[in-house]
Every structure is written in structure tokens, then in C-alpha cells.
């Protein structure tokens, strides 16, 4: 990643009209880290304005968004993709309103094999994307310890096939677009890796390095695309997040990935937003995007070896 000069983008991250960044650039990026009263100061923040008080007025009788019947659909306004953005923006199961929701999605969607199945009704099978997803979502929001989050880790490590990848719709052979399982282990913390998630994340991260994080196939655009909310949709920024995450960013197969997200930044130092998905959107497309900003930042600083 380029050293370009980072304190003015540093502070136009920090300004206080949006808490949630504010929040997630001093605890990820300012160094040295402020206390833990001074970041769970700024956390308390969060819902108060915002892109999380956007969410959560959209939020009905404090649990559910969009419809009661599917936490799935319709898509990008329903339960799960609120819970994912909220889980990012640094709320917890503290706040009602996001504990709520979350035995909504239990209720609706906990999978009778341990996975999550996004279907309305049937909780038979879990199905990876959606299983991943929410497992990362559910670890940020204070669901570690919960067995329903447990059976879920041991799902994913089960769901993995032979070439070390996964796949979103039951075919048989790996594919960068299906990174949700990596990005869920990505959340555990070390010491609660069993030897079979250790062995998944190695033979994951082989399977995504093995490809350079963007060569599969034919060339594919959309990978190159830096969008958010990531939901289940694969770009190069993805794979880089979470692998530098499980510390693999040292590793020189990442340098091509970190070359493109190196190429995408303006001369101010900021990235652009790509256009996303649906109809969630946190910030204007084509312009200087503060989450895309952050987390390329977060990459740059764990490949230079700071701590996650």
C-alpha cells in the first residue's frame, strides 16, 4: 500500500457528524488506541445519528425490518442486511432494538443442521452465504459464546470442499465469490480457533492466494468494484480484508489485490464508492466513500504489520 500522507484523511474520518466512523477509525486506525472508556464513549455514540440512527428508525415495534414474515426478503431491506450494516457500524446485543432482531432471525431461520437457512419457514439446510454472513455479523455483535453462533462455525468448516473453497449453491468446486466462511473465521479471535477451523482458514487462504484474490475464470469486473455494504457480493477489497485480518497480508500473492486497491486511490488520498447492490446505500456513489476509505486504511495498516 502507498504511504501518501494520511492525517487529513485521518481526521476527515474522525469528524463528529458521523459517530460510527468516528468510532471505527479510532479503534481501528489511531495510534496510539485510546482508552477503552474513551472508544466505548464513542460506541455509545453510534446509534444516536447517522447512518445507525438511519437504520434503526426504519426498525419496526424494535425488531424487525421490512416484513415479519422473512428476515431474507426482500432483499437489502429486510432483518439480516440491517443486522449486517448495524453489526459493522459497532452496535451491539446491549441495545434492545438489535437483541430484538436477533432472536427475530433465530426464530425465523436457525437451520435444524446448524447453519442458517434464509428460507421462510423451512429451516432445513443452511446455505453458506447466509451462514457466513451472519456468523461474522452475530461474533461483532456480542454472540460469540451463543451455541446457535457455535453449530453455525462448525457448519461452515463442514461446508468445505475439497480445493479448500466453498460454494453458495451446492456445486462442487470452490469459487472466490463464495468468501463468507472466511470472513466469519476472520471474526473468531485467535485463541478460539479449534484445530478444525485453523485447518479450514489455511486451506481457505491457500485457495484465495492460489488465485491472487482476483483470477478465476474469465475476467469478472465486478471484483474490482469497491462497494458497501459487502453483504454477499465479492470486490478485491473483500478478500483483502479478511485475509490480512487472519494474517496473511505479508504473504506476496496478495500483491497484486493490493496493487488495484493502491491504483484506486485519489490524489486526496480518499477512494471513491462504487455503486452497490439494491437500494441500501450509506453514502453516494462516485464520490469520496468514508467506509470504503476506512477500510482500505485498515488493510494498509495490518499489512504493514500494526495489530488488527
Known amino acids: 500500500m502507498s ?20 468510532y471505527l477509525a479510532s479503534r481501528h486506525l489511531l495510534r496510539p488506541r485510546p482508552s ?3 472508544l466505548e464513549r464513542l460506541r455509545a455514540a453510534v446509534p444516536r ?19 415479519k414474515r422473512s428476515c431474507y426478503v426482500p432483499k437489502y431491506r429486510s432483518t439480516i442486511w440491517q443486522l449486517q450494516v448495524l453489526a459493522d457500524l459497532g452496535l451491539s446485543r446491549r441495545d434492545e432494538r438489535v437483541a430484538n432482531a436477533v432472536e427475530f432471525w433465530f426464530d425465523l431461520h436457525y437451520a435444524r ?10 429451516k432445513r439446510h443452511g446455505h453458506l452465504c447466509t451462514t457466513g454472513n451472519m456468523v461474522r455479523s452475530l461474533i461483532r455483535l456480542g454472540y460469540l459464546d451463543d451455541e446457535r453462533v457455535q453449530s453455525a462455525v462448525r457448519w461452515l468448516v463442514d461446508e468445505q ?16 465469490d463464495a468468501w463468507e466462511a472466511m470472513s466469519a473465521f476472520a471474526d473468531l479471535p485467535p485463541a478460539r480457533r479449534s484445530p478444525d477451523v ?6 481457505g487462504a491457500e485457495f484465495f492466494l492460489d488465485r ?11 471484483w474490482y468494484r469497491l462497494r458497501y455494504p459487502w453483504h454477499y457480493h ?34 486526496d488520498g480518499r477512494w471513491l464508492l462504487d455503486r452497490p447492490p439494491g437500494d441500501m446505500v450509506l453514502e453516494k456513489a462516485q464520490e469520496p466513500s468514508k467506509m470504503i476509505t476506512f477500510l482500505a486504511l485498515r488493510v494498509g495498516q495490518r499489512v504493514r504489520g500494526h495489530r488488527r
Not at 443442521?113 to 423451512?122: L, N
Open 113 to 122: 443442521d446448524g447453519g442458517y437457512d434464509p428460507s421462510e419457514g423451512k
Open 212 to 222: 491472487r484474490l482476483l483470477h478465476e475464470g474469465e475476467h469478472f469486473r465486478p
Open 161 to 176: 470442499l475439497p480445493d479448500g473453497g466453498w460454494d453458495c449453491f451446492g456445486r462442487k468446486r470452490g469459487t472466490i
Open 234 to 267: 465479492y470486490n478485491v477489497l473483500v478478500g483483502l480484508d479478511f485475509l490480512s485480518a487472519l494474517g496473511y497480508g505479508r504473504d506476496p500473492r496478495m500483491a497484486e489485490a493490493l496493487a488495484v486497491l493502491r491504483d484506486r486511490r485519489q490524489e
Open 36 to 38: 477503552p472508556r474513551s
Open 3 to 22: 504511504s501518501k500522507p494520511a492525517g487529513p484523511v485521518l481526521a476527515w474520518l474522525l469528524e463528529p457528524r458521523e459517530p460510527a466512523m468516528r
Open 198 to 203: 485453523r485447518r479450514a482458514i489455511e486451506r
Open 49 to 67: 445519528k447517522g447512518w445507525a440512527s438511519a437504520i434503526l428508525a426504519r426498525q419496526r415495534e424494535k425488531t424487525w425490518w421490512a416484513t
